[in-house]
T-cell receptor
């Protein structure tokens, strides 16, 4: 299967700080999705991206579809305690006709 | 707001037993999926289903697995003879297009003893 590498693997930040994480692959993807998952729950969709270069916001979250189509970025501004969780990227490949999930970034926000 | 639902939330079974996990996708969605997530690991694709047939499946989805849409609302995943390594969270998801956003259910935690 195709590999999506997320970095960083984990982050510990102070409340109010901005957060950046990214997802990279050696393959080209046609759609990028970003999800947040709380322990014991299902992933919740945050942002969907469909075109190279696209920049989309959802409140304090902003995500970008990389120009090369091999990467995507998620930024969270002014983090708050409820931002704690694991963030996953997912890329859709026409080659595989499926979504591939990244390895996840665990975010801890210290009040 | 419409959502994907799954039952049961937790299933405990003995190795070798059959289990059926149930999902009700969002009503106007046409694409349905099963994923699994072993504790602490990433979400892994199992199978996609469209127009009453499997459209894609992963290497994980071997002959022990099957999916069915028995009626207009339910979507099921059956594991015929469970193994210890089948213990995981199983998520159902649905979407309006194959390449479009997918919405996940809350998951079923399967524990095989």
């Amino acid at each position: 299967g195709q590999q999506l590498n997320q970095s960083p693997q984990s982050m510990f930040i102070q409340e109010g700080e901005d957060v950046s994480m990214n997802c990279t692959s050696s393959s080209i993807f046609n759609t990028w999705l970003w999800y947040k998952q709380d322990p014991g729950e299902g992933p919740v969709l945050l942002i969907a991206l469909y075109k190279a270069g696209e920049l989309t916001s959802n409140g304090r979250l902003t995500a970008q579809f990389g120009i090369t189509r091999k990467d995507s970025f998620l930024n969270i501004s002014a983090s708050i305690p409820s931002d704690v969780g694991i963030y996953f990227c997912a890329g859709y490949s026409n080659t595989g006709n499926q979504f591939y999930f990244g390895t996840g970034t665990s975010l801890t926000v210290i009040p | 707001e419409p959502e994907v639902t799954q039952t049961p939330s937790h299933q405990v079974t003995q190795m070798g037993q059959e289990v059926i996990l149930r999902c009700v996708p969002i009503s106007n969605h046409l694409y349905f999926y099963w994923y699994r997530q072993i504790l602490g690991q990433k979400v892994e694709f199992l199978v996609s289903f469209y127009n009453n047939e499997i459209s894609e499946k992963s290497e994980i989805f071997d002959d022990q697995f099957s999916v069915e849409r028995p009626d207009g609302s339910n979507f099921t995943l059956k594991i015929r003879s469970t193994k210890l390594e089948d213990s995981a969270m199983y998520f159902c998801a649905s979407g309006s297009e194959s390449y479009n956003e997918q919405f996940f259910g809350p998951g079923t935690r399967l524990t095989v003893l």
